[in-house]
């Protein structure tokens, strides 16, 4: 018996994954491609140099707001703190224990500026390790008052619009670049809204979508093969950044093409949190897309530069827990070929 024409051009790769689980892989892809989450159900890489995420003990997350009025001036507030006081801030906090991180963020600005609000978009994540991180949202004012001398407390002491211009001594410039972010954002949106989605995970980790593309247009996504293939999803450990996740999994599943690729974490499509249960629920998962680049500058064994050579297909797995699935759904290969090339995706930065 002749094997059938879609055999033959079927990637060896690709017979290892019926159309079914396809199918299945697909739809969850696009599901983190449109902000929604996706359940963790176990931990692939890293469990055994992760423990589970505990407020307050291992791990610490910091929620900031960024909100303008109609002159585009920002919300500001004075810092009651010894170390910083009478210096000026986002408002800005510690998520506590039970909270989620919305939750976090309309407390911080009620206790610190006075105003209720609402979250519109997260900005940017940014972290120092699976230990601190710090959830900067886009949010807007939706009722009270703003905060003055008279109700001066240990939060803060009194909070005020900035129009960015005059001075005013800040507490650290490094909310310079978030403000920014924020205007940047407000005149024109350059990823989807992203807020927490709730859902529990135990300790802090990445979903990864992780691929390869060619010249020709062609995308791959690596996969773990059991119990049946998934996205694969690795614990952030402490002694690095949370993206190194990323590249723990590419070590694992192709030693040899570790050190000849980059392993670029490009953004988040989603993130998901809950926080309820001290101790079980405090983790965060991160839905991240990551590119997997050949390093362009190749050397011999003396050490000395070689030409570089495309081979269009993605390094061989060596680890037979994974599997490449080339994606074949036209619509998805074409949003996730955008998000790689534009990376108009929730950033995630590493401060390490």
């Known amino acids: 018996m002749k094997p059938q024409v879609s055999d033959l051009r079927r990637k060896p790769s690709d017979m290892e994954v019926t159309e079914e689980e396809r199918r299945q892989v697909e739809e969850q892809v696009e599901r983190l491609l449109s902000g929604q ?132 001594p800040l507490r650290g410039r490094d909310i310079l670049r978030l403000i920014d972010c924020g205007l940047r954002y407000r005149r024109d949106p350059w990823h989807p809204v992203t807020l927490p989605v709730d859902l529990s995970c135990r300790h802090v980790v990445q979903t990864l979508v992780l691929v390869f593309t060619n010249a020709e247009d062609q995308i791959w996504i690596l996969l773990i093969k059991a119990p049946t293939p998934h996205l694969p999803t690795a614990a952030a450990v402490k002694t690095h950044a949370v993206t190194w996740a990323a590249n723990m999994v590419v070590q694992e599943a192709m030693p040899s093409a570790y050190y000849d690729h980059d392993v670029n974490t490009l953004g988040v499509f989603s993130l998901q949190h809950n926080g309820r249960q001290h101790g079980k629920t405090d983790g965060v998962c991160f839905n991240t897309l990551v590119a997997l680049l050949p390093d362009r500058v190749t050397r011999n064994e003396d050490g000395e530069k070689v030409e570089w050579t495309k081979t269009g297909r993605p390094p061989p797995v060596e680890n037979p827990r994974y599997v490449w699935l080339e994606v074949q759904k036209q619509t998805l290969r074409e949003k996730l070929l955008e998000k790689t090339k534009n990376t108009s995706i929730l950033p995630l930065h590493s401060l390490y």
Not at 37 to 48: M, N, R
Not at 81 to 89: A, E, G, N
Not at 90 to 98: Q, S
Request: aromatic share 8%; hydrophobic share 40%; net charge negative.
């Open 37 to 168: 989450g996706s359940e963790v159900t176990g931990c692939d890489v890293g469990l055994e140099q992760s423990k589970p995420a505990t407020l307050r003990k291992n791990v610490t997350y910091i929620v900031c707001a960024v909100i303008f009025n109609d002159q585009e001036e920002v919300l500001m507030v004075q810092e009651a703190k010894q170390d910083c006081y009478k210096q000026w801030y986002l408002p800005a906090g510690r998520v506590e224990v039970g909270e989620s991180l919305e939750e976090a963020l309309r407390r911080e600005v009620k206790e610190e500026a006075g105003f209720d609000c609402e979250p519109i978009t997260l900005l940017l994540i940014q972290e120092q390790g699976p230990q601190w991180i710090r959830f900067i949202f886009l949010a807007k004012v939706t009722g009270g008052s703003i905060k003055t001398v008279a109700a001066a407390d240990q939060e803060s002491l009194q909070a005020s619009w900035w129009d960015r211009h005059s001075v005013l």
